[in-house]
C-alpha cells in the first residue's frame, strides 16, 4: 500500500511561488509514474504535470514555464515548483501514483494512489 502525503499548499498574491511536495511511503519512487492534479470547487480534477520513471515530464499548457515537476529518489518525495501563479491556479492540488500508458497519463481514473490534497489559494 502507498501512502502520500502533500504539503507546502497556502494563500499567496498573483505572481508569487510556491513549492508544494508529496511524500511517498510504502514503495520507491522508480516503481511509478508520479503526477499533480488539481480541483477547484465545483470542477473536476485536472491534470497539472506528470514525472515519468524514466524523469521525462508533461504539463498541461496552462501552467508550462510557470510550474515544474520534480523527483528526489533519496527522500522518496516530489515536488511541483509553481512561479508566477495567478488566480486561476487556486485550487486543492493531489499528487497520485500510476502505471498507465503515456497516451492515459492524463486520465485521474488511472491513479492507483492519491494523497488528501494540499489547497493553494491565489488572491491579492
Known amino acids: 500500500q502507498v501512502h502520500l502525503v502533500e504539503s507546502g499548499g497556502g494563500l499567496v498574491q498573483p505572481g508569487a511561488s510556491l513549492k508544494l511536495s508529496c511524500a511517498a511511503s510504502?514503495?520507491?519512487?522508480?516503481?511509478?509514474?508520479w503526477g499533480w492534479f488539481r480541483q477547484a470547487p465545483g470542477k473536476e480534477r485536472d491534470f497539472v504535470a506528470v514525472?515519468?520513471?524514466?524523469?521525462?515530464?508533461y504539463y498541461t499548457d496552462s501552467v508550462k514555464g510557470r510550474f515544474t515537476i520534480s523527483k528526489d529518489n533519496v527522500k522518496n518525495t516530489v515536488y511541483l515548483q509553481m512561479d508566477t501563479l495567478k488566480p486561476e491556479d487556486t485550487a486543492v492540488y493531489y499528487c497520485?501514483?500510476?502505471?498507465?500508458?503515456?497516451?492515459?497519463?492524463?486520465?485521474?481514473?488511472?491513479?492507483?494512489?492519491w494523497g488528501q490534497g494540499t489547497q493553494v489559494t491565489v488572491s491579492s
Open positions: 514525472i515519468r520513471r524514466t524523469s521525462h515530464t
Open positions: 497520485g501514483a500510476t502505471r498507465a500508458v503515456l497516451s492515459s497519463i492524463r486520465d485521474p481514473n488511472l491513479y492507483l494512489y
Open positions: 510504502g514503495s520507491t519512487l522508480n516503481t511509478y509514474d
